[in-house]
């Protein structure tokens, strides 16, 4: 039976990469909308893949916000190979609890890791007078510049309505997400269904763009009810590995 098990696993894996037209799918069995033990399974593949892709040296990480990437952080042990890893948060606030919080997590991979952090202090909701002036601040131009030069980028996906809402966001941006039919939302940018951008929380850190630098990027999002957002963030990253549930696989190879 187990065996059976692995060899259906492989084969949405391989199902799956076509649909998404992306380079590497990693699936766990179940569907972490239903039970909290999939998320953890889902970090636990995600801490194997990052071992496994640590350059020798110089490793920098950077790390979004959310309770799947906080999974990550749960799941990671002591290693020798991730002693010297430098980890930071991918961008600032973006309206998180702090369990949640990019910093946070970075902070707890750090010490689970024995590795070091530096944290980016940015509040949430910057208007365009504030960002201005804090970019300029050189504290973080120093930070910003480490996040720029991450090695690996490890990140969530949100369905866009569903992140809007626990950002708190105005009954405008509700509006416009919804006018413009967003179903994604990674990094603070969110997307439609064919992947492009229709709206950005201001903040300082990694900018979609900056992606293209970085030779290791993992997304860590599961559970059916984010097939589609998963679907069309893809559409943006060929190059990219994912790491997700059957939930989410099954419900993505289902539509049509
Ligand atoms: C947030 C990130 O912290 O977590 C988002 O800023 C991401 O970009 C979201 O989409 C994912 O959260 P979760 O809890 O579904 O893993």
């Known amino acids: 039976v187990v065996m059976k098990d692995v060899f259906q696993t492989r084969t949405m894996e391989e199902e799956l990469k076509t649909r998404l037209g992306i380079k590497d799918v990693h699936i766990v069995p179940g569907d ?6 999939v998320q953890k399974e889902m ?4 801490v194997t893949l990052i071992k496994q892709r640590m350059a020798a040296e110089n490793n920098v990480i950077a790390v979004t916000g ?44 750090a010490r689970k890791a024995m590795g070091s952090y ?33 090695t690996m980028v490890i990140h969530g996906i949100g369905e866009a309505e569903a992140m809007a809402i626990r ?3 105005s009954s405008r941006v509700l509006g416009e997400l919804k006018d413009k039919k967003a179903v994604a939302e990674a990094f603070g940018y969110y997307f439609n ?6 709206h950005k929380v201001l903040t300082i850190g990694l900018q979609l763009e900056d992606l293209e630098e970085i030779p290791c990027i993992i997304a860590v999002a599961g559970g059916a009810s984010k097939a589609e957002a998963i679907e069309a963030y893809m559409k943006r ?18 539509k049509n």
């Not at 972490?32 to 033990?37: I, L, T």
């Not at 970090?43 to 995600?46: D, I, P």
């Not at 020798?80 to 997590?105: D, Y």
């Not at 790491?243 to 993505?252: C, F, L, Q, S």
């Open 118 to 150: 530096r944290l980016l202090h940015v509040p949430d909701q910057l208007s365009k007078e504030a960002y201005e002036s804090l970019i300029s601040e050189p504290s973080v131009q120093d930070i910003l510049r480490l996040i720029q030069s991450a």
């Open 32 to 37: 972490s909308d239903e039970y909290a033990w």
């Open 66 to 109: 959310g309770t799947s990437i906080a999974a990550v952080a749960e799941m990671l042990v002591p290693d020798s190979g991730l002693k010297e890893t430098l980890f930071v948060p991918a961008r600032g606030g973006l309206g998180e609890q702090v369990e949640n919080q990019a910093n946070t997590i970075c902070a707890t991979m």
């Open 43 to 46: 970090g636990r593949t995600c």
């Open 193 to 198: 269904q064919s992947g492009e951008i229709i």
């Open 237 to 254: 990253r060929p190059n990219q590995t994912l790491v997700t549930d059957e939930g989410a696989a099954r419900a993505i190879l289902a």
């Open 167 to 169: 950002r708190n966001s």
